[in-house]
C-alpha cells in the first residue's frame, strides 16, 4: 500500500524529487575545493589532506593548533594545523599510529 497526496502522486516519489534536488544543490554549493575546506586524512579534518609538512615540523611551530582523534580502537592519530601570527593556516601535519 502506497501512502497518496491530494493529486494521487506517491510522497515517497515526491521525497526522492526532493532529495535529488537536495543533491544537485551541495553539489553546487560544496564542489569548490579551496584550502580552506577541511579534507579527511585518516580522522584529522585536516584543511592541507593529505599533510603537507611532518608533525613535528608543525608542532614545534610556535602558532599550532593540536588535536587528537581515533579511527578505531586500535589507530590513534595527532593532528595538527600550523599557523602564522594572525591564525592563516599554513601547513598541516598528522602522526598516526596503531596501538
Known amino acids: 500500500m502506497t501512502a497518496t497526496g491530494r493529486r494521487g502522486g506517491s510522497r515517497r516519489g515526491f521525497l526522492a524529487k526532493i532529495g535529488v534536488a537536495?543533491?544537485?544543490?551541495s553539489g553546487a554549493v560544496f564542489a569548490r575545493s579551496t584550502p580552506a575546506m577541511a579534507g579527511n586524512y585518516q580522522c584529522c579534518n585536516l584543511v592541507y589532506a593529505p599533510p603537507n609538512i611532518s608533525y613535528s615540523t608543525c608542532s614545534s611551530a610556535?602558532?599550532?593548533?593540536?588535536?587528537?582523534?581515533?579511527?578505531?580502537?586500535?589507530?590513534?592519530?595527532?593532528?595538527?594545523?600550523?599557523?602564522?601570527?594572525?591564525?592563516?593556516?599554513?601547513?598541516?601535519g598528522a602522526h598516526c599510529q596503531y596501538n
Open 22 to 25: 537536495g543533491l544537485v544543490a
Open 62 to 92: 610556535t602558532y599550532k593548533y593540536i588535536w587528537y582523534c581515533s579511527v578505531n580502537a586500535y589507530l590513534h592519530c595527532n593532528c595538527c594545523e600550523k599557523k602564522t601570527s594572525s591564525g592563516t593556516i599554513t601547513g598541516s
